[in-house]
C-alpha cells in the first residue's frame, strides 16, 4: 500500500516498530501534493524544504530515544485560519496575505508536543465565510470526487487534502458546519466537538460564539485519537471547559448498540433534501436498527428558525472580529490614502472579498442603534429555544441523526449569485453550533453521479462518547472503501 494511502495510525505502527523514517513519509507526500494540487488547490502555504528539513528533526529525535506518541510524524495539514509561529496566516484574504504568526495555536502546542509532521496551510473560503470554498483569495478548492464540483466550504482545504491522500489528517474549524458540510461532500470524517473541548486560542475568530476547531480523517481511529490530542482545558481561552480529569477516549469494537436510542428530527429532513441523500439516510438509520438501536422520528420546533438566528448572529460577531484588521495592525495597508479615514476605507475594500464585505455589513445593520433589539437580541432569544429544544431531546435520546448535507457537492458557480440557497448549505448542520453541542459527519454512500453522502450524528455536549460509539458500529458495517479516482 501506498505511504499517502494509509491511515495516520497504520503509519503510526510503522513509526513505533522502526520500519519506516519520517523523511521518507514526508517524500511521499510531497510528490502527492506536487502532483494533486495543480488540481485541487488544498493549499495556500506548502513549502517541501520546510516539511523535509522538520522530517529529519524528528528523525533524530527518534533515533535519540525520544517517545513515539500518535501523531509523532504524522503528516497534518492545517486550517489557515489557525496560527503557526513564523508561518504565513491569511485566513485566505488579501487582507493577510503577508501576514505571519508570531505565536501558535493552543491546538499546534498540543501537536507539536506530538512532534508531528506539519505539511502547510490549508485553502479555505476567506475568514471562514462560505459553504462551498469559492470564496478565497487564492483560488477555489476542487472537489477530489468531480473536479468540476465545490469541495464544500469553508474548511474545503483540509476536507480535500484528506479526500485526495495529500495530508493523513487535517484540522478545520466549524462555525456552522464548516467541517461537517466539506467533510459530507469530500467523503471523509469530520468532527465538531463540544463548543470548549478545544481551545480556540490562536483561531482567527469569524463568530466567537460558534468557531470550534476539529479534525478531518479517513477512519473513527485517527479521529477519535486526534480529538484526544487537541482537546483539554486552555487557560489562554476563557471559554474553555474546565474539567480537572480530561477524559481521553478510546477506539472501542462495539458488538452492538443495544439500549442507544437515537432521534430523527423531522425538520433536518427537509422537503428540498435530495432523494438520493435521502434514501442512502433512511439505509444508514436501518444499519443503526440492525445494530440494536431504536430509532423513532422526533420534532425539535425551533430548528426551523435556525438558518434565520444564525445568520443574524454569525454576521454580527463576524463584523465586530474582523473591525481589527484596519490596515494599522495587520498585513495590507494601502499607501497612497491621504489621512487615515481614507486609508481605512482603501484597505478595507481592497482587502476583503465580496462574502466578507457582505457580512460586515449586515452585522453592522444588525448591531447598530435602533435594530440590536429587533435583531440581535431576537436572535439570541431564539437560540436558547433551540437549546432548550436539544436538551429535551437528549433527555429522551442518546444521539440525534440525519443529513449532514442536503445535497451532494454541486457544481462551481452555481450557487454564487443566489446567496440564500447557499446559505441553504448549512442548513442542517448549523442548529449544532447554535446548541455548543458535538457532531459528526461519516461517508455512508454515493449517489448516481458518484458523489458522496455524509450521515451526521449529534450527541449532547460532552457526550462525544455516544457519538463515537454510533459512528464506530457504523463504520464497521458500512466498510467505507471507496475512494476518488484523482
Not at 2 to 31: F, N, P, R, S, V
Not at 236 to 261: C, H, P, Q, R, W
Amino acid at each position: 500500500m501506498k505511504l499517502t494511502c494509509m491511515k495516520a495510525h497504520e503509519l503510526h505502527e510503522l513509526i513505533k516498530k522502526k520500519e519506516i523514517k519520517i523523511e521518507d513519509i514526508a517524500g511521499a507526500y510531497i510528490d502527492r501534493i506536487e502532483e494533486a494540487d495543480k488540481v485541487i488547490n488544498a493549499f495556500i502555504t506548502f513549502k517541501p524544504e520546510e516539511i523535509v528539513k522538520n522530517a529529519k528533526r524528528i528523525d533524530r529525535y527518534i533515533s535519540e530515544g525520544g517517545e513515539i506518541r500518535h501523531f509523532t510524524g504524522i503528516p497534518i495539514a492545517v486550517k489557515d485560519n489557525i496560527c503557526i509561529k513564523d508561518v504565513r496566516t491569511t485566513c485566505a484574504s488579501k487582507i493577510l496575505s503577508d501576514y505571519y504568526s508570531i505565536y501558535d495555536a493552543t491546538v499546534i502546542k498540543k501537536l507539536n508536543e506530538h512532534n508531528f509532521l506539519f505539511l502547510g496551510k490549508a485553502n479555505m473560503d476567506e475568514f471562514a465565510m462560505g459553504s462551498s470554498n469559492e470564496n478565497s483569495a487564492f483560488g477555489p478548492v476542487r472537489n477530489p470526487w468531480n473536479t468540476e464540483r465545490v469541495s464544500g466550504g469553508s474548511s474545503g482545504g483540509p476536507a480535500a487534502s484528506v479526500a485526495s491522500f495529500e495530508a493523513a489528517c487535517s484540522l478545520g474549524s466549524d462555525t456552522g458546519g464548516s467541517i461537517r458540510q466539506p467533510a459530507s461532500l469530500c467523503g471523509v470524517i469530520g468532527f465538531k466537538p463540544t463548543y470548549g473541548r478545544v481551545s480556540r486560542y490562536g483561531l482567527a475568530s469569524f463568530a466567537a460564539s460558534l468557531d470550534q476547531i476539529g479534525p478531518f480523517t479517513r477512519d473513527m481511529t485517527d479521529c477519535i485519537n486526534l480529538y484526544n490530542a487537541i482537546s483539554g482545558h486552555d487557560e489562554f481561552d476563557s471559554t474553555s471547559i474546565d474539567m480537572k480529569n480530561k477524559k481521553d477516549y478510546g477506539f472501542k469494537a462495539v458488538e452492538n448498540l443495544k439500549g442507544m436510542k437515537a432521534g430523527v428530527p423531522k425538520e433536518l429532513m427537509i422537503r428540498d433534501i435530495d432523494s438520493e441523500v435521502k434514501a442512502s439516510i433512511l439505509n444508514t438509520i436501518k444499519i443503526l436498527e440492525r445494530n440494536g438501536a431504536s430509532v423513532e422520528e422526533t420534532t425539535l420546533p425551533s430548528l426551523e428558525y435556525a438558518l434565520s438566528a444564525y445568520h443574524i448572529i454569525a454576521p454580527s460577531e463576524a463584523s465586530s472580529n474582523l473591525a481589527k484588521f484596519d490596515g494599522i495592525r495587520y498585513g495590507l495597508r494601502d499607501k497612497d490614502a491621504q489621512g487615515l479615514r481614507e486609508m481605512y476605507r482603501k484597505t478595507r475594500s481592497a482587502g476583503f472579498g465580496p462574502e466578507v464585505k457582505r457580512s460586515i455589513m449586515i452585522g453592522t445593520y444588525f448591531l447598530s442603534s435602533g435594530h440590536y433589539d429587533a435583531y440581535y437580541e431576537k436572535a439570541q432569544k431564539v437560540r436558547t429555544l433551540i437549546i432548550n429544544d436539544f436538551k429535551k431531546a437528549f433527555s429522551k435520546y442518546d444521539i440525534l441523526v440525519g443529513p449532514s448535507s442536503p445535497t451532494t457537492a454541486f457544481r462551481f458557480g452555481e450557487r454564487m449569485d443566489d446567496p440564500l440557497s447557499m446559505y441553504l448549505s448549512d442548513i442542517c448542520t448549523i442548529p449544532v453550533n447554535l446548541a455548543g453541542i458535538p457532531a459528526i459527519s461519516i461517508p455512508c454512500g454515493l449517489s448516481d453521479e458518484q458523489l458522496p453522502i455524509g450521515f451526521q450524528i449529534m450527541a449532547d455536549a460532552l457526550r462525544e462518547d455516544n457519538i463515537f460509539k454510533a459512528a464506530c458500529v457504523l463504520e464497521g458495517e458500512i466498510n467505507w472503501k471507496i475512494t476518488p479516482k484523482i
